[in-house]
């Protein structure tokens, strides 16, 4: 399977998603970069293209990659699109435009489904016509889009374990009494093989990724050529960018990133082209 979607984030979304983390007004950014505050706010809206020079000095204002963020803007780079490996399955999300992700180990009968928001009935006939059974619904956070479906999938899979951050757990409502509350470090046997689970806050407080395999299921910590929002209580901007640096950057170039919004890519194209790092 070979997923096509438009990159998450415009260069709009991500002047104004770092101006707000480090609680720039675009105003304030106008100056730092010495950009038209007319420009700044058309950007910040997606109204108007930057020039090249527009778009390296609010980089730098910003402390992201010039060329990178450039690249960005004038549609330079976008991950090359390469299939998912064979045991993993992927959906949009209805109506919530959030990435679901199946894994499906076939000779085990085991599966797992990663962040079901919205609903669900495309991702109970998949995992019953396969047929296998729901070892775990794998929550990467605690927003709307990523956890609506999760009551309706526990429904019809009562067996299946909910894996969810602590911090994040509350969402859940009455679901989170029973959840497995997974933490930085911790190790889910699933088939002959373990998903290992990394505490990356900073989207939110609970915001963790799972990686199994050769693969990482970022969430909303870490997009193609981008990374998400700050919406956390505890932790913020710099700790998401730290934590995705020890934690996810440091797996092997050829990890496949699969993110909660957008197109999937590697570890190396990140290291490579993400204007945050």
């Not at 038209?36 to 293209?49: C, G, I, K, S, W």
Request: aromatic share 8%; with cysteine.
């Amino acid at each position: 399977m070979i997923v096509k979607l438009d990159l998450e984030d415009t260069f709009g979304d991500i002047v104004r998603k770092t101006a707000r983390a480090k609680d720039l007004s675009n105003a304030q950014l106008a100056v730092l970069a010495s950009v038209d505050p007319v420009r700044v706010e058309q950007f910040a809206r997606d109204a108007a293209l930057p020039t090249e020079e527009e778009a390296r000095d609010l980089a730098k204002a910003l402390g992201l990659d010039p060329g990178r963020l450039a690249d960005i803007a004038f549609a330079r780079w976008r991950p090359a699109e390469t299939p998912l490996p064979a045991h993993i399955g992927h959906q949009v999300n209805k109506p919530h435009p959030s990435n679901g992700y199946f894994v499906i180990l076939e000779q085990q009968r085991l599966a797992a489904f990663v962040d079901p928001g919205g609903s669900v009935p495309n991702i109970v006939q998949t995992l019953k016509r396969s047929p296998v059974a729901l070892n775990y619904i794998l929550v990467t956070h605690k927003h709307a889009d990523h956890i609506d479906g999760v009551p309706d999938l526990r429904k019809a899979f009562p067996d299946a374990r909910i894996a969810v951050h602590r911090l994040d757990a509350t969402a859940l409502g009455d679901l989170a009494n029973g959840a497995v509350n997974v933490d930085d470090g911790d190790s889910l046997p699933f088939g002959d093989g373990v998903i290992k689970v990394v505490h990356t806050p900073g989207h939110t407080d609970g915001s963790i990724c799972f990686i199994y395999q050769s693969s990482a299921f970022t969430g909303d910590t870490l997009f193609a050529g981008s990374i998400g929002g700050i919406f956390g209580d505890r932790f913020g901007y710099d700790d998401l960018l730290e934590a995705t640096k020890i934690k996810i950057f440091s797996l092997p170039d050829d990890t496949v990133v699969l993110p909660g919004h957008g197109p999937p890519s590697t570890i190396g194209q990140e290291r490579a082209h993400n204007p945050f790092f």
